[in-house]
């Protein structure tokens, strides 16, 4: 039996309007707005500290962490400087090599790098497919996924904020990653989240810089 245009209209009458409202839904859930802050963190981080959350990696292997600062900057520029990748090598703590691959849309790149480690172990390095999205509110996204490097996973999320009236943005960084070496993960999740708060420190300089 084949619907007729004739049988099918009334039938699409009440499916397209329940379709928009899911894909409306969606939408929403997919980029959910900054997070709530407490009293207490909004003081630590006025103060121009980072607040650092260990979290639990993927397969309990590697380090997982979200954290949170406040930067002096509107989230556009501080998204600018996140977002360049190609820059990393001049600002960010360790990293001593970082380039675009490949632009394979205004929104999407190839991005390698690679980070320092201390003698006798080899640097680390990875090449990542980093996507970037502007967000409802006036914030903006970068995501990455790793697509080879010496890691067993090396996935991450940046999201800037308006804070302040737009003239300070708060910046919300999580980390999903596991280096392959040899180290127990109790240190290599001291020396990753240990160093969350100079990555902050070292954007905001930067931005600052520009």
């Known amino acids: 039996y084949t619907l007729s245009l004739h049988d099918a209209l009334p039938i699409c009458l009440f ?82 090599l970082s380039f675009v691959v490949k632009v394979e849309s205004p929104t999407q790149k190839i991005c390698f790098t690679e980070i320092s480690m201390p003698f006798p172990f080899s640097n680390l390095a990875a090449k990542v497919r980093s996507t970037s999205a502007e967000l409802p509110g006036g914030g903006y996204e970068r995501k990455w996924t790793m697509l080879e490097g010496n890691y067993k996973r090396n996935n991450g999320h940046w999201a800037v904020w308006p804070y302040n009236g737009g003239t300070q943005s708060l910046v919300v960084y999580k980390i999903d ?19 969350l708060p100079k990555v902050f420190k070292a954007i905001e300089k930067r931005v600052k810089s520009l």
């Open 15 to 96: 499916v397209a309007p329940l379709v928009a409202l899911c894909a409306l839904l969606f939408a929403a859930s997919a980029h959910a707005g900054p997070p709530a802050l407490s009293a207490g963190q909004i003081k630590v981080m006025s103060g121009g500290k980072a607040i650092v959350k260990t979290l639990k990696p993927t397969g309990g292997d590697g380090v997982a962490a979200r954290a949170m600062a406040i930067i002096d900057g509107t989230p556009k520029k501080v998204f600018d400087v996140i977002n360049a990748c190609e820059h990393f090598s001049k600002f960010m703590p360790r990293t001593k």
């Open 177 to 195: 990653v596991d280096p392959d070496m040899a180290l127990p993960d109790a240190i290599i999740r001291k020396a990753q989240t240990g160093s």
